[in-house]
């Protein structure tokens, strides 16, 4: 009884220094940027030694990316809870699900933290951050595949349709509507979500009888 309460409290303690560091890095990221920012400040920032750090995270852009997927989990999370209780509008719940992953992101992290994350994977797209990017996106189609079969909306052709490359093609065209909002430093979330969310409808009354 005694081993099993000593255990929970070293991994309750090893999640909370986990937790300060990600945050320390995450404020140091936004004031210094990344580059700037050195393992040892972060570890400093979170009252920590170096090799600590280290010891959680191999390097800057391992906390860039776990920093990334915590706050694109909390949204996943939520929403494959909200697929048990969805609208009659599979429309609605999309876009719903869509403009939260974009405020989330943009809570996560400003614009120029996203466009060097971007901009890593434009320069190394055979490294290991790419790979790890890589399966953020794709845990994020997975998310969408769900609420598209879930929905199970009846297509305009009677026949049935491939959720997975429905699910790819929504989640490519907000991207590419996302990087743009980031390289346009003027641009509100406002009107990007009044730019993408008409898109979507539009694309799902052409496949969709009752979406």
């Known amino acids: 009884m005694v081993q099993k309460a ?17 945050e320390s890095a995450r404020t140091l990221f936004e004031r210094l940027g990344i580059e700037e920012c050195s393992m040892a400040m972060i570890a400093a920032a979170a009252g920590v030694s170096t090799p600590t750090v ?5 390097s800057r852009d391992e906390l860039l990316l776990a920093i990334i997927f915590q706050g694109h989990q909390k949204a996943i999370d939520h929403y494959r809870t909200h697929i048990q209780r969805q609208s009659d509008s599979l429309a609605d719940d999309l876009c719903e699900l869509l403009s939260d992953l974009t405020k989330r992101s943009l809570e996560i992290f400003s614009k120029s933290v996203w466009l060097y994350a971007e901009s890593t994977a434009i320069r190394y797209p055979q490294s290991e951050f790419v790979q790890r990017y890589s399966q953020i996106d794709a845990t994020l189609i997975r998310t969408i595949n769900e609420m598209l079969v879930a929905h199970a909306c009846r297509t305009r052709r009677g026949g049935r349709f491939d959720a997975d490359a429905l699910a790819s093609i929504i989640y490519n065209h907000w991207l590419s509507h996302y990087q743009a909002c980031l390289k346009d430093e003027t641009m509100t979330l406002e009107t990007h979500l009044a730019r993408i969310l ?3 409808r539009g694309l799902l009354d052409l496949i969709f009888e009752n979406a």
């Not at 929970?8 to 986990?18: A, I, W």
């Not at 280290?54 to 191999?58: I, R």
């Open 198 to 200: 008409p898109e979507i």
């Open 54 to 58: 280290f010891n959680y995270f191999g």
């Open 6 to 22: 000593t255990a929970g409290l070293r991994e309750r303690q090893k999640q909370q220094r986990r937790d300060a560091i990600m």
